[in-house]
């Protein structure tokens, strides 16, 4: 009985003293000289149209934005948004060196909405804006598929080499991680064998749209080289084409 008896008398205090404590909340909401509200926002995932950012760090002018290369039409907020294509011109043909043929890609034909053309370095623009309270952390990688005439000719072992590596966040440049992108890469045409170009891996960075180029002002017709190995024979037919795929991967 005396067990029981504890019990209640706890609990009776716990009472007495919770109601003691009201009146003074009730006091602070009476104060004709302090009153409050709130103020609030919330926000939906990126799934609206994206941009292709100007060379340079311009901004994006909303009237007359670049149209070439042309915006991936996926939505959401993990994306690769543009990629500009590797044009390694006409060339003659000559007899290979001791390391083959060497052609180096011309800067990027960059068009906006008005007709208006210029030249840029070669570069493929992506973002993650996942806004999900976890770290921004992607993976950005490349697959290219074997070089092939209209006849089936194939330059067999070619390699695409990249240099003058720079990844850029020209809205926030806090937000890029300088170990994320090596300054000099490699990729194999063989359609299978992926190359990795980014390892966001910094859990304070990684969050808006990013441009992963090749080059600058003064290196942009430098940068991107084709080395296609002795031990091909080369044709005039036509023109050989290789399809390169980029992807961007959640790291987390």
Known sequence: MKFTHKLCGVALLATISTGALLPVATYAAEDPLVWSNNGKIKFTEDDGDDVVLPPGG?????????????????????????????????NKVTPATSNGWEYVAKPAAIEYQDGTKATSQNFVQFKDTRADNQPNTHKLTAVASTFKNAE????????????????????????????????????????????????????????????????????????????IPASNKLSTSSEYVSTITWTIADAR
């Open 58 to 90: 311009e901004d994006v002018d909303p009237k007359n934005p670049i149209t070439q290369p042309p915006v991936n039409p996926g939505v959401g907020p993990l994306k690769v948004i543009a990629i500009t294509g590797l044009d390694f011109d006409v």
């Open 152 to 227: 089936g000719a194939e330059l067999k072992s070619a390699t695409l080499n990249f240099s003058n590596i720079k990844l850029t966040n020209s809205a926030d440049p806090t937000k890029v991680n300088e170990n994320a992108a090596k300054p000099t890469n490699s990729l194999a045409t063989d359609g299978v064998t992926p190359t990795e170009f980014v390892n966001q891996d910094d859990i304070e960075k990684g969050f808006g749209q990013f441009s992963l180029d090749f080059g600058d002002e003064t290196t942009m017709g430098d940068s991107v080289k084709l080395n």
